[in-house]
């Protein structure tokens, strides 16, 4: 089970490594978007960070829908009202809960893939956040039903978004900017599910 307090632990964790990888990021959205992923997100990130204060004791739930309406707030392009909407998502899920374990989780970031595929109308296959998402929840939920680990289940996540994430290199982009490129996107990792890998892995390593 994972408390309030260590929920804002997770949450400054993310802060840290969406700052250290604010630069690769954003470098990686320069080949095939407009080159200010990082920038937008360590933006969002700054404003996450500027709320805690004020989260403190607050219920999970309340915590990561504020923080999903900072990023909005805050980050620009289409990643802002993507990455809102899957913390608002989840944090609807996780309302006035003081603790979680593994299945709500498993909900919550089943209903921020629902919600990033009705904001974005997208699925996977189209070279995006979800092809990283997807895969992590669906390695997720079968690692707890073979072994019921939590620490294996988010492990085998972030290994499945990883493999999510190599994935994109493989495919044509068809939503976003970089969908202007067709083939010539084809080589190159998405900046958004790398960025989801990134969160995920800091969440990981904090379970």
């Not at 995006?128 to 929840?137: E, F, G, K, S």
Request: glycine share 12%; hydrophobic share 40%.
């Amino acid at each position: 089970m994972v408390n309030q307090e260590q929920v804002l632990k997770i949450i400054r964790k993310m802060i840290t490594v969406i700052r250290e990888q604010k630069d690769f990021l954003s470098d990686l959205d320069n080949v095939i978007g407009d080159g200010d992923h990082g920038i937008n997100m360590a933006r969002g990130f700054d404003e996450i960070e500027k709320k805690i204060p004020a989260l403190e004791g607050k219920d999970i739930g309340t915590v990561i829908k504020t923080a999903g309406m900072a990023l909005v707030s805050k980050v620009g392009g289409a990643s802002g009202p993507l990455y809102g909407t899957a913390f608002m998502k989840a944090g609807g899920v996780l309302a006035g809960k003081s603790q979680i374990d593994i299945y709500d989780f498993c909900n919550a970031l089943q209903s921020a893939i629902d919600g990033v595929m009705l904001r974005g109308k997208s699925t996977t296959g189209e070279k995006t956040m979800l092809d990283a998402m997807v895969p992590a929840y669906q390695a997720i939920k079968r690692e707890m039903e073979e072994s019921n680990d939590a620490k294996k289940a988010m492990e085998a996540g972030v290994a499945a978004a990883k493999e999510g994430v190599e994935y994109t290199k493989k495919i044509i982009a068809t939503k976003g900017r970089a969908s202007y490129l067709g083939e010539r996107s084809i080589g190159h990792q998405d900046p958004g599910a790398t960025s989801f890998t990134i969160l995920l892995e800091a969440i990981a390593s904090m379970i």
